[in-house]
């Protein structure tokens, strides 16, 4: 305890039960403990809760008497996450800003930052283990494991690193909070993109990517509707078509399975049986400039991966070539979607990530 006092941890504070439990942690611990809260987006009363959120953040840190302070990051979330974030709408493909933001500004930005405040180390509330020399692991609440969103991550990165959490199931995360009297305690988790907050995703986007109508088809170039712009529909989408009550039609769902951004056409198959259509279930996909958090395990290897935070592992063949990975699935995956992350592990610890930039039928 007497040794941790002489380092000193800045704890990113967001102004959820997460961050404030951790900080909690560290104190106990016996670090000399900062508490930083990011600003990352321009709160317009639309998006980010911000200014509730840094009040949450006041209160936790007066309780636990630790000094807070506020970093505004703006400028370099807009730079080097928004900007890819839209880019990669315009291209028609589904980005995943969480990870981009993790790799470019909480533990990049914030890391920076911290150092100027004399810390040795960054800790934040995320769901995820280290181990060994800038190794990472799922946590030990395998519902919460949140290693997907630090895929990016740099080995340096990872040893800069703390999360309290890691070891502790997030039902004994309230309690903790109840028991200290936190007004976070039952704070709602927050979800979904931060900077469109209560707004429909579609009614966001648009500000920035103006719709651009355009005809729904089926493989074989039948029209069957009209959508508002292909960048507001995801692979395996089946609601909000508007494709139903066709004469002579089949009357089963309709979903999704491709977006053809040059003809600004939005492609649709029918489920099959009662089912999904077989158009939407991949065999193979490749990510190109694949990193690594630390040694690849060999130029060829099997593992496990995810394609979205929500799935379960699932059994890979992975081969590396010229910086890529071409990764072949035991069983073939649904709505794999480019621009979504591929995750690698080997047993619980996470190998890296990288982009998907083609998927295999």
Known sequence: MRENQKIRVVCGMSGGVDSAVAAHLLKQQGYDVIGVFMKNWQDDGKGCSAAQDYEDVKSVCTAFDIPYYTVNFEQQYYDRVFTHFLSEYKAGRTPNPDVLCNSEIKFAAFLDHAKMLGAQNIATGHYARTK?????????????????????LSSAQVQSAMFPLGEIQKSEVRTIASSLNLKVAQKKDSTGICFIGER?????????????????KTPDGRVVGSHQGVMYYTL?????LGIGGRENAVDTRWFVIDKDVGA???IVAQGENGGEP???FSRALFAPDFHFINEAPGDAFSCTAKFRYRQSDQQVHVTLKNGGA????????????PGQYAVLYLGDECLGGGVIDSVYF
Not at 138 to 144: E, I, L, N, R, W
Not at 236 to 240: F, K
Not at 331 to 337: E, I, K
């Open 278 to 280: 077989a158009a939407l």
């Open 132 to 152: 060994g020399n800038g190794h990472l692991y799922k946590s030990a609440d395998t519902g919460k494991d949140q290693t997907y969103f630090l895929c990016m």
């Open 264 to 266: 600004n056409t939005l």
């Open 200 to 216: 429909k995703f579609r009614d966001f986007l648009s500000g920035f990517l103006p719709a651009q109508p355009g005809d729904i």
């Open 326 to 337: 071409h990764i072949d699935f035991e069983q073939r995956q649904r709505a794999v979607t």
């Open 236 to 240: 395996g989408q089946r609601r909000g």
